[in-house]
Structures are given as structure tokens and as C-alpha cells.
């Protein structure tokens, strides 16, 4: 384990066992649709790499990227950075993000997607902190639950720190005190 890190809240294997049944059942739901997987950069490629091995429906890839975050609180300020590289048009969108946290993010990116003409726009997310969503976002495949604490790995990062670790753990608080 990483010294920064407290403790271990999801291994690899766990994810891994999470992606192939989350794959699974996107799969189903949307077998015979144009699906594009919308990775919100930069944390949810290692999630996005993952699960999309365990989906079997064919699938296209587009990324955004969309900061909101300073440190270790959120801001609320959201700016779009790179925008979406193929047109939305008549497309089954779902966004892949890392950590729904307070939702502000997401609760901007929706409408957005949406008001480009998408056939339909929903999430997967690999953490969801329920204690934290202050917006009225759901998402549609959620991996794991995780408590109101600093998480980081599998994408996660403090400071742009931790993302390459293959566990999701959580950040010890004198490394961000
Ligand atoms: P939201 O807009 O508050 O839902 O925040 C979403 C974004 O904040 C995520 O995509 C992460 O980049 C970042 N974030 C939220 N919580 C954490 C955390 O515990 N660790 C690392 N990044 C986080």
C-alpha cells in the first residue's frame, strides 16, 4: 500500500469482478443502440479501460474534459476544456466518470449532452458518495458506495498525485492538511 494512503476501500480484483458485471448488463441494456462511452478526463480512463473490455456490444469512445475541482474541495466552478469530438446527434450517450461526488459536475454536463440532440444520456460511475450529492443526479450503473471521506487511486488524484494506483484507497489527512 502507497504511504500516503490510510486504508484500502476497493482492491483491483474487486473492481475487475464490478466492471465485468456492470459490462454485462450495459451490454443487455443496450443491445441494437449507437452507443457512445464518454470518458470525463482525466480520472475515469483506468475505469473507462476497464469496463469497456467487459462490454460486447460495439461501442464508440469520446473524452471531455471538465475541471471543477481545486485540491481537496470542490469549487462549483465548471469549465468545459475539451469538448466532445463527434456529434452526440441521435445517440445513446453514457458518461463514465470516476467519483460522483456533490453532482455539480455531472448536473452540468447532462443538459449539455442532451441539448446537443442526444437520444438518450446516462451515467456510470465507479464510486458514488451518497452523503455529499447536493444535485438531483442519479446514476445508472453505480460500482461501489463509498463514504465521505478523500479518496484516491484507480484515476483518483490529490494535486494530480495517486492516480496510477491500482486500488481505491483513501488519502491520509496530513497529506492534504
Ligand atoms: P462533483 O462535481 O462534486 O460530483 O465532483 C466530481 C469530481 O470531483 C470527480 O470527477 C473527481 O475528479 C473529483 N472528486 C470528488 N471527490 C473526490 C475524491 O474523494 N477524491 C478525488 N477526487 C474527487
Not at 84 to 94: A, E, F, N, Y
Amino acid at each position: 500500500m502507497h504511504k500516503d494512503c490510510k486504508e484500502i476501500l476497493v482492491t483491483g480484483e474487486q473492481i475487475t469482478k464490478r466492471c465485468q458485471e456492470l459490462g454485462a448488463q450495459i451490454s443487455k441494456d443496450y443491445e441494437g443502440k449507437e452507443v457512445i462511452l464518454v470518458g470525463l478526463l482525466k480520472g475515469s480512463v483506468p475505469f473507462l479501460a476497464e469496463l469497456s473490455k467487459y462490454i460486447t456490444i460495439d461501442v464508440y469512445f469520446d473524452y471531455m474534459d471538465v475541471s471543477s475541482y481545486d485540491g481537496a474541495t470542490s469549487t462549483g466552478n465548471i469549465v468545459v476544456e475539451t469538448d466532445l469530438k463527434q456529434s452526440v446527434r441521435g445517440k445513446h450517450i453514457l458518461i463514465v466518470e470516476d467519483i460522483l461526488d456533490t453532482g455539480r459536475t455531472l448536473a452540468t454536463i447532462v443538459p449539455y449532452i442532451r441539448e446537443r440532440g442526444a437520444a438518450s444520456v446516462e451515467i456510470v460511475t465507479m464510486l458514488f458518495k451518497p452523503e455529499r450529492l447536493e444535485r438531483s443526479i442519479e446514476a445508472k450503473y453505480i460500482g461501489f458506495n463509498v463514504p465521505n471521506a478523500f479518496v484516491i487511486g484507480f484515476g483518483l488524484d490529490y494535486d494530480q498525485k495517486y492516480r496510477n494506483l491500482p486500488y481505491v484507497g483513501i488519502l491520509k489527512e496530513e497529506c492534504y492538511q
